[in-house]
């Protein structure tokens, strides 16, 4: 393989990362966005439309600019409070101070019980 | 003392201090606090029904300052008493509900404690007699609310949120201090009695010049105070804190954030009726703010998605109701609707408390369990209930239903009602909800003036006329039509086919051609833009760089000094400064570089023996680079100390003084040197203590010795050896030469001011604990504020070995007796020094240090033990008592104090 083949395929593979690193941030905020399911299913079919009516674009150029727009699109209109699952970092029940359940406690010493 | 009055105010306060007391016995400490509310709560009713006319019941002395006398009081008439019955009534519903919502919460007991703490701080302001009383309530549910929300202090979240709520408010409060002073220029009292006595006596009241218009001193007074309410109220432009305050448990929302604490500037306008009907202006101020508020915030609402955020907004909107009320001289129904305003929307808070406990903490409505209102019929009636509340439905005093028709395909599998004891409030409440605005305005009359007995001022209302008090339900019912024609499901409801079809093509037609091109591409994204682009320039000119700011300052400084002294003072002065402060940096770094021995060292400290200490302490024990701290100290200190020895012997030699006393030299300098020559001296003595103060520009050494110095050399430093400036500033520049005090007032303030915001700034930006200190102290000047800091600072670091604040995060969960004493001597230290920037810098220092999650490898930290907590306890009691009952510690000082303020009387004339 020639080293500028192996430079094209760099750049393809890296390119491929982005657009899926996009797309998925992109659906999840469209799911943020959508109050209703039913919504949210048109929006994402839209945006999966938008997708894949590139997806046969060859010039890495034409590539590196279409996903630069799109990340700019993005960042434009990410939505300022994004859906978080209660018990996931930033959630609402997220490092709260529940009593553990009965049956689990702290080990203070761990690994070194034996020498107490 | 012990009256019912007494017992009432104090009984939750009580409660909550032997409730945290018995901590290990949690049945028994949940019993005795809301035992101690529930007597609290019949015991204002009992004086609600039983009040016949305003009195006032004496419990202390507070303070005398000139004329001036404060009292500990509680002042009882119909305004306080309905204020009282709704604070008791709702903090026991809530205290009832805390106990099953927070079962499962370790700090469950704390949080109990804190709710009747906050009750306590509310009840005294609502009985205070006085601005001071009232502002000392106003601070302490401010101090309650930031506890509260943040009291899950692991949560990042939370902290932050707590963080900004205090700080928002203190802006808020900084207003309200100012118009409390406005008050006192021109009532000369603060006691609410007096000051409604000389209004009803008619007299007139002077006007001042503000950009060259003559504007009333009271319209000015009115409009600080009700800043001061914006902030507490959250109303718009201080509203931001409101929502970030939900991050707080659910029960502490329907208290605070709905039910009383952010009702208090309603409160305080309907306390201070009198002094607002003074000032049209300042009513026309608070109709303004009150009806954007009430609009901004419920537009706000429609969009959010938080169920607890959806009636943060609400409740936003509903103060500006109130504020429209107060804005139309209406006081009265302000408090009317404050009262059933409580009653339902503390309902609907416990009630959405419900729906997230049964939700498994899920509070996004779009995310809830599908049509969860059959699992929860209950709570569901309740929500109904206190939604047709909040909408004024008849005979009842929303939104939130859309929670329960949700459309999300989840399904949660655990779904339940609640536990009786999370039930029994919301009933309670629901049945308030339902018939409070009967029994308050056709059983008790609340509307009619004859009711509040004089404690408010009430206008004689005329009838408004059937159509126009229907005017909101019309209007209503025709907004929900038309925006079901939006949505084209008119023909649910049999609405005529052809208008659904001609409204919905027409805003079809608004929406897509009008709306993008006018609405959103001008009008939004036109001043998204602008602000967008001054945003971008502006912040260029904050480089971050504390040599920047300091010359913007000094240039402030520069220009104040130009407007009042002239041009040539201004010359003098700014040429005299920064070349005094070059010559000594200069010294400083030139005798560092070439590493002075200690024999040198020793020759210069024998000198000035009370440096030596200190100098040694530093170099010896200290640790980085503590030879280098130290002979900054000392050249810094000793330099000034040698400009003293000068001045002081050409004092003693050109007074001619019979003795060498202060009075003798005084009256020596004042009859035998030029005034010439006083400026002078003063301006030596002046530079020599601004050193030893430390005041900025001369403050640099204070830093370093405080970060190299060990805690002994701290303690001294904060406690003790800076205060030898203030000291020197009193005897020598005030006392030997007046007549130049008296000169350079103006200048000395403004220099003050800039160093107080100049080191509040830095303590901000500050990464290590006791830099943080070291400028605090710089930016204070209040000695047991700074004590009791170095006291603080010496149990910090003996424990935990680092003074990197990122190092000790999370210390409230390893070291609970030490953090709370941090927590009490922030907040003693975050009183009055700059307001704002203080309550920052010491928060910042309780969020960074104190909150939060200990990191990994950290559970070497050991909590004092108790001979140590008693010492901090002791302060700390030191600390509240001079708060509290400062007479005996002013009255000493008294004497002393005005006998070096007599030289200053006598000029008054040609200085004040």
């Known amino acids: 393989m020639s080293v500028s083949t192996a430079a094209y395929l760099a750049r393809r593979a890296a390119q491929k990362e982005r657009v899926q690193i996009l797309y998925r941030r992109a659906l999840r905020d469209t799911l943020t966005w959508a109050v209703h399911r039913h919504l949210f299913y048109q929006d994402a079919s839209n945006l999966r439309e938008k997708f894949d009516a590139n997806k046969h674009v060859e010039d890495l150029d034409a590539i590196d600019r279409m996903i630069a727009e799109g990340e700019a699109q993005y960042n434009k209109w990410r939505h300022p409070d994004p859906y978080i699952v209660p018990w996931a970092p930033g959630g609402s029940k997220f490092t709260r101070n529940p009593t553990p359940p009965s049956g689990i406690e702290i080990v203070y010493n761990y690994g070194r019980e034996d020498n107490d | ?912």
């Open chain 2, 1 to 912: 003392m012990f009256s019912v009055e007494f017992l009432c105010v104090t009984l939750p306060l009580i409660g909550a201090i032997i409730g945290q007391a018995m901590g290990r016995s949690r049945l028994l400490s949940a019993g005795i606090i809301s035992s101690c509310v529930f007597c609290s709560a019949v015991l204002s009713w009992y004086l609600f029904l039983t009040l016949q006319q305003r009195y006032s019941v004496g419990v202390m002395p507070w303070f005398q300052i000139g004329d001036m006398a404060i009292a500990w009081s509680i002042c009882i008439d119909k305004l306080s008493a309905i204020m009282l019955v709704v604070v008791t009534t709702v903090s026991l519903m809530v205290h009832l509900y805390s106990i099953g919502y927070m079962s499962g919460d370790s700090g469950g007991i704390r949080f109990l404690a804190y709710l009747s703490v906050f009750t306590f701080f509310m009840m005294v302001l609502v009985t205070s007699g006085n601005f001071v009383q009232l502002f000392f309530g106003w601070e302490g549910v401010g101090l309650c609310s930031y506890l509260l929300i943040g009291f899950w202090f692991k949560k990042d979240a939370a902290n932050r949120s707590a963080m900004k709520a205090f700080v928002v408010n203190r802006v808020g409060d900084l207003f309200f201090l100012c118009g409390m002073l406005a008050i006192f220029y021109v009532f000369r009292s603060l006691s609410f009695d007096e000051i409604f006595e000389q209004i009803s006596n008619g007299e007139g009241f002077g006007t001042v010049s503000v950009l060259g218009y003559q504007t009333q001193i009271v319209s000015i007074a009115c409009i600080l105070l009700f800043l001061g309410c914006m902030g507490k109220s959250a109303q718009l432009g201080l509203h931001t804190w409101l929502p970030d305050a939900m991050e707080g448990p659910t029960p502490a929302s329907a208290l605070i954030h709905a039910a009383t604490m952010v009702t208090a500037g309603v409160f305080l306008i309907a306390r201070c009726s009198p002094i607002f009907e003074l000032s049209q202006a300042a009513l026309d101020v608070v109709l303004v703010i009150g009806l954007a508020t009430c609009l901004v915030a419920a537009l706000v609402a429609i969009v959010q998605e938080d169920i607890k955020k959806i009636i943060a907004y609400s409740t936003c909107s509903q103060l500006g109701y109130m504020f429209v009320a107060c804005g139309t001289a209406n006081y009265h129904l302000a408090i009317f609707h404050l009262a059933t305003h409580a009653l339902f929307k503390s309902l609907l808070f416990l009630a959405a408390g419900n729906v997230i406990h049964s939700n498994a903490g899920e509070q996004r409505i779009t995310h809830m369990s599908k049509n969860c209102w059959r699992d929860i019929p209950l709570t569901y009636a309740l929500m109904w209930i206190g939604s047709l509340s909040l909408m004024g439905v008849f005979p009842f005093a929303g939104l939130m239903l859309k929670v329960f028709h949700n459309p999300s395909t989840k399904r949660i599998s655990s779904i339940h009602e609640s536990s009786g004891i999370m039930l029994f409030p919301l009933l309670v409440l629901a049945v308030g909800a339902v018939v409070s605005g009967m029994l308050l305005k056709s059983f008790w009359g609340i509307t009619g003036s004859e009711f509040w007995g004089g404690s408010l001022k009430v206008h004689a209302h005329e009838d408004i006329g059937l159509l126009l008090s229907l005017l909101p339900a019309i209007l209503g019912v025709a907004g929900a039509l038309l925006y079901l024609a939006y949505h084209n499901r008119l023909r649910v409801i049999a609405f005529p086919d052809k208008l659904a079809r001609l409204v919905h093509t027409n805003s079809h037609d608004l929406s897509g051609r009008c709306r993008p091109k006018v609405i959103d591409y001008f009008l939004l994204g036109g001043i998204t833009e602008a602000v967008s682009t001054c945003a971008r320039y502006s912040v260029k000119v904050q480089s971050g760089r504390a040599f920047d700011y300091a010359l913007v300052m000094l240039s402030g400084v520069a220009t104040t000094l130009l407007v009042v002294y002239g041009f040539d003072t201004v010359i003098l002065l700014m040429i005299l400064i920064p070349a005094l402060g070059s010559c000594l940096a200069a010294f400083s770094r030139g005798a560092m570089s070439r590493a002075v021995g200690p024999a040198r060292g020793c020759h210069a400290g024998s000198v000035l023996s009370s440096l030596v200490p200190m100098f040694f302490m530093i170099g010896f024990w200290g640790h980085g680079d503590k030879v280098g701290a130290a002979f900054k100290f000392l050249i810094y200190t000793a330099t000034a100390s040698v400009g003293f020895l000068a001045a002081v012997a050409c004092i003693d030699a050109v007074a001619n003084a019979t003795s060498s006393s202060f009075d003798d030299t005084a009256v020596g300098l004042a009859t035998n040197v030029h005034f010439h020559w006083q400026v002078y001296f003063w301006i030596l003595c002046f530079i020599v203590f601004a050193v030893k103060l430390p005041v900025v520009p001369c403050h640099t050494w204070l830093p370093s010795a405080h970060v190299q110095a060990p805690t002994a050399g701290s303690v001294l430093l904060a406690g003790l050896l800076i205060k030898l400036g203030g000291y020197g500033l009193l005897r020598f520049c005030i006392q030997m030469l007046p007549t130049a005090s008296a000169h350079f007032a103006k200048f000395v303030i403004c220099l003050s001011a800039v160093s107080l915001i100049y080191a509040s700034l830095t303590a901000f930006a500050q990464r290590n604990m006791k830099m943080l200190v070291a400028y605090s102290s710089v930016a204070h000047m209040s000695f047991v504020a700074a004590g009791m800091f170095s006291l603080n600072e010496a149990g910090m670091l003996g424990r935990t070995g680092t003074m990197e604040m990122s190092e000790c995060s999370g210390l409230a969960s390893k070291m609970p007796r030490l953090s709370a004493m941090i927590v009490f001597f922030s907040m003693a230290s975050a009183g009055i020094p700059g307001m704002v920037l203080s309550a920052a810098y010491m928060l910042r220092l309780c969020k960074e240090v104190v909150w939060g999650s200990a990191p990994a490898g950290s559970g070497k930290f050991d909590d004092i033990n108790i001979g140590e907590f008693a010492i901090l306890a002791a302060l700390a009691i030191l600390v509240l008592v001079l708060g509290v009952f400062p007479a005996p510690l002013l009255t000493m000082l008294k004497p002393a104090v005005e006998h070096l303020l007599v030289p200053l009387h006598k000029l008054q004339p040609s200085w004040g």
